[in-house]
């Protein structure tokens, strides 16, 4: 019995039902919303929005599909706080504290969402003109306490990245098996695993294998050429190492998505593609 459960992402589908019933018709009935890009969620209040949150359960019923939830990049700013990526200037004044994924985590309890929230490790070292004086060994203990205080019902998945050189402006910790052997043995009472991100094992100087020791609790399954992130359609040789990804799949817990850029692929190319991994896993 094959309890793998494939699933779509929202972005570059078009509106949150679009998204929804195109990936329906490829069989797949889970989907993951990017916070912001897909659906706001949070207002410039720092509050979440409510309507959003009826909107995704009323659609969840409908639709008979799950949704989960990528949020936003966390990044450690020079006074310690933490607060979103600043891809998008309205979302840079909000400070994410604990509050805000608590906040995050009651509406997906409350409206019976898919109990899971991805997340990136914090930013640290240049980003967008920015530069922190901060290295990554003090960005990987604010990483450990930011994490100690955070209380969640949901699954907490924190996504494997590329090394830093690769993508410049996308600096992240999550490039190497030993970040997340601290983040994830130490003494913090979540329920977190990795997402491990096929395209970015490709862009990895270490081996991807040694993720394989860690839970799994959800993948972003997509390509690239090692040179940059594209989120390609996911092939035997655009995923890393193709093996790894096999094994991650079958041990992963939780919803393997394809993360799919846009690169105007057409629906037979993204059917066809699914078809290959739902084989290749069996
Ligand atoms: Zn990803």
Not at 97 to 118: A, G, N, R, S, W
Not at 210 to 234: A, V, Y
Request: net charge negative; glycine share 8%; charged share 30%.
């Amino acid at each position: 019995m094959n309890r793998v459960v494939f699933a779509g992402q929202n972005k570059y589908f078009g509106t949150v039902e679009e998204a929804t019933e195109f990936w329906l018709s490829l069989g797949i009935n889970h989907i993951m919303i990017k916070q912001e890009e897909d659906i706001r969620l949070i207002g410039n209040d720092n509050k979440v929005i409510i309507s959003d949150f009826i909107k995704l359960s009323k659609l969840q019923r409908e639709y008979g599909v799950k949704y989960h939830l990528h949020i936003y990049d966390l990044r450690f700013n020079d006074d310690g706080t933490s607060s979103f990526e600043d891809a998008q200037p309205r979302m840079d004044k909000i400070l994410i504290d604990c509050d805000h994924l608590v906040q995050l985590d009651k509406m997906i309890e409350e409206f019976d969402l898919y109990p899971l929230i991805t997340i990136h490790l914090a930013r640290f070292g240049k980003w967008l003109g920015h530069d922190l004086e901060i290295d990554e060994k003090e960005a990987l203990e604010k990483n450990i306490e930011f994490l100690q205080n955070l209380k969640l019902h949901s699954k907490l998945s924190l996504e494997t990245m590329h090394d830093p050189d690769r993508n410049p402006g996308h600096v992240l910790l999550g490039y190497k098996a030993e970040h997340f052997e601290n983040v994830l043995n130490g003494k913090i009472d979540l329920d977190q695993g990795l997402c491990f991100d096929t395209g970015y094992s490709k862009m990895i100087d270490g081996y991807s294998g040694d993720f394989l020791e860690f839970n799994i609790n959800s993948m972003h399954l997509e390509g690239t050429d090692g040179t940059k992130d594209q989120h390609f359609l996911p092939t035997k040789d655009n995923v890393g190492d193709f093996e790894v990804v096999r094994k991650a799949i079958k041990k992963c817990e939780g919803p393997v998505v394809f993360e799919i850029g846009d690169h105007n692929y057409s629906r037979e190319e993204i059917g066809e593609c699914v078809e290959f991994w739902r084989e290749t896993i069996n």
